[in-house]
T-cell receptor
Framework: AQSVAQPEDQVNVAEGNPLTVKCTYS??????LFWYVQYPNRGLQFLLK??????LVKGSYGFEAEFNKSQTSFHLKKPSALVSDSALYFC???????????FGTGTSLTVIP | DTGVSQNPRHKITKRGQNVTFRCDPI?????LYWYRQTLGQGPEFLTY????????KSRLLSDRFSAERPKGSFSTLEIQRTEQGDSAMYLC????????????FGPGTRLTVL
């Protein structure tokens, strides 16, 4: 079965500190991995994706994520958190068969001034 | 604004009534997805269209749910004989041809079944 796990419902980090939002996946074949962000009363917005190639991918707003095949993880990172990064973050995966995307339950990030 | 739009944004209905939601994707996108999101959960895949063809449907999707995309442009999602458990946010997303491509989400339609 294909699935995504976000083990932390809530992450708090001080402004200026590095942040990590964790994601692990289970999928048959090579995964297509995505991160989306949801601000209050806004639709989900794409941040970054891993399809193939370099394990470190860079995305919007200074975010990056590292694909680790052996650990089946795709953690989202940012070197220096901003208060405006406070939002709900979703990891998503698609296997290499079918067209279904599987989303995690989301991690609420709060950046404390 | 050339993003994905959904109408209505909110719908309140009584149990047993039928409801229909509309999604207008980004014009050059031929892939369209419907998702359902409940509080504290991520989006749950419902169905997928490539152009006008409905190519995939979640096994969790009740027979009361039906979706169409008649001309490969806008799409409708209908729920017949609504139940209280149908209360959720219904999200539409579109993307370009390849599933490598990110999806662009609409603001959603919040359904409340009384």
């Amino acid at each position: 079965a294909q699935s995504v796990a976000q083990p932390e419902d809530q992450v708090n980090v001080a402004e200026g500190n590095p942040l990590t939002v964790k994601c692990t996946y289970s999928v048959s074949g090579n995964p297509y991995l995505f991160w989306y962000v949801q601000y209050p009363n806004r639709g989900l917005q794409f941040l970054l994706k891993y399809i193939t190639g370099d394990n470190l991918v860079k995305g919007s707003y200074g975010f990056e994520a590292e694909f680790n095949k052996s650990q089946t993880s795709f953690h989202l990172k940012k070197p220096s958190a901003l208060v405006s990064d406070s939002a709900l973050y979703f990891c998503a995966v698609r296997g290499n068969t079918g067209n279904q995307f599987y989303f995690g339950t989301g991690t609420s990030l709060t950046v404390i001034p | 604004d050339t993003g994905v739009s959904q109408n209505p944004r909110h719908k309140i209905t009584k149990r047993g009534q039928n409801v229909t939601f509309r999604c207008d994707p980004i014009s050059e996108h031929n892939r369209l997805y419907w998702y359902r999101q409940t509080l504290g959960q991520g989006p749950e895949f419902l169905t997928y269209f490539q152009n006008e063809a409905q190519l995939e449907k979640s096994r969790l999707l009740s027979d009361r749910f039906s979706a169409e995309r008649p001309k490969g442009s806008f799409s409708t999602l209908e729920i017949q004989r609504t139940e209280q458990g149908d209360s959720a946010m219904y999200l539409c997303a579109s993307s370009q041809t390849s599933s490598y491509n990110e999806q662009f989400f609409g603001p959603g339609t919040r359904l409340t079944v009384l």
